[in-house]
């Protein structure tokens, strides 16, 4: 089955620029879709088709996807940015999620 | 106002059942993909099911496979989740969740775009 790699955490200091990964086999040939997820709230899309953001989301928030890397980047990171990112793809008829990243804004 | 309020969460004994419920408002419910995803205590999302605009189509993570059904009735604008055999390990808050699904020439792509608050299921003795 496909797999999805993300990093545990991530830091970046307030105002600067935040990146989170997602490895996959050859992911750069799939859609990748991104979703935030604030403590006791649930999960916000915030990237889909790699680097589109949904109406309502900022645009320091972009993402690209090429080779084995799918990347989120947040620009101007703020305080209240701070949350669990997870990737997610789809393959072969089933729903793939990445284990999570953390977002700490220092 | 686009909206997908669960229902049904509670406690339960291993080996029972519990039926989940989401109520679809605000958009063409019938014209959407519709999933559950779950997520455990401190742990990530899981996908659990997926089910077709008119059912004809569902597809469940291997875990819940043969122990969960996900059907709809776009009448009534609802989701549903059957599960049977609960262990403890379905324990999780579980989410609908409302997809956009497209098939291109190129590629393919399935995302959730709307989620529900979630509601929250445990199984223990």
């Known amino acids: 089955s496909y797999e999805l790699t993300q990093p545990l955490s991530v830091s970046v200091a307030l105002g600067q620029t935040a990146r989170i990964t997602c490895g996959g086999n050859n992911i750069g040939s799939k859609n990748v879709h991104w979703y935030q997820q604030k403590p006791g709230q649930a999960p916000v899309l915030v990237i889909y088709r790699d680097s589109n953001r949904p109406s309502g989301i900022p645009e320091r928030f972009s993402g690209s996807n090429s080779g084995n890397t799918a990347t989120l980047t947040i620009s101007r990171a703020q305080a209240g940015d701070e949350a669990d990112y997870y990737c997610q793809v789809w393959d072969s008829s089933i729903v793939v999620f990445g284990g999570g990243t953390k977002l700490t804004v220092l | 106002e686009v909206q997908l309020v669960e229902s049904g969460g509670g406690l339960v004994q291993p080996g029972g059942s519990l039926r989940l419920s989401c109520a679809a408002s605000?958009?063409?419910?019938?014209?959407?993909?519709m999933s559950w995803v779950r997520q455990a205590p401190g742990k990530g999302l899981e996908w659990v099911a997926n089910i077709k605009q008119d059912g004809s189509e569902k597809y469940y993570v291997d875990s819940v496979k043969g122990r969960f059904t996900i059907s709809r009735d776009n009448a009534k604008n609802s989701l549903y989740l059957q599960m049977n055999s609960l262990r403890a390990e379905d324990t999780a808050v579980y989410y609908c969740?409302?997809?956009?699904?497209?098939?291109?020439?190129?590629?393919?792509?399935?995302?959730?775009?709307?989620w529900g608050k979630g509601t929250t299921v445990t199984v223990s003795s």
């Open positions: 969740a409302r997809a956009v699904e497209m098939a291109t020439m190129e590629s393919y792509y399935y995302y959730m775009d709307v």
């Open positions: 605000g958009f063409t419910f019938s014209s959407y993909w």
